[in-house]
């Protein structure tokens, strides 16, 4: 989903971004029987926003697409959307893995893009920042001192 701000204009990156959901949401709701579902690819949506707001709008928006039969995916970062019930029963989660390599060149990072089932088991924003030289001295021990990197599980 490309979305364009524009100072100029006046749109906020979220703007452009909820006009872009709002021209997705209109196709699917125009689907007439018989017609083919339609298919729709967001990639970190809603990423113009607060946390808690997103993660409501954004389990409401792909709701609505599921309800209208639209067929999609949705890559994001945000774990707890990967544990919505609502979405649940019509989602299949699937992660591919990142691999380090050392060279003269320097660090690296390539992805193999083989879909696993389930939640992904690594993380790799703060390797990243360390390999390009951002302020993290230490990414293991700093991943060590923060914050779980998954979401408590319901109940628990």
Not at 38 to 58: K, V
Not at 76 to 81: G, R
């Amino acid at each position: 989903m490309r979305v364009q701000d524009s100072l100029e204009a006046g749109v906020s990156f979220y703007m452009a971004e909820l006009r872009r959901l709002k021209a997705i949401v209109d196709r699917a709701d125009a689907r007439q029987p018989g017609e083919r579902p339609l298919l729709y690819l967001l990639d970190e949506i809603l990423q113009g926003t607060n946390t808690a707001e997103r993660q409501i709008a954004a389990r409401h928006i792909i709701r609505h697409l599921i309800d209208r039969g639209a067929i999609g995916a949705v890559s994001t970062h945000d774990l707890t959307l990967a544990d919505a019930p609502e979405l649940r029963p019509a989602a299949q989660m699937v992660y591919f893995t990142e691999h380090f390599t050392r060279s003269a060149a320097g660090p690296t990072m390539t992805f193999d893009y083989r879909l696993r089932p389930g939640l992904a088991i690594s993380t790799n924003a703060l390797k990243l920042m360390e390999i390009i030289g951002l302020p993290i001295k230490d990414a293991d021990a700093a991943r060590a001192d923060g914050a779980p990197l998954h979401p408590a599980k319901p109940g628990s």
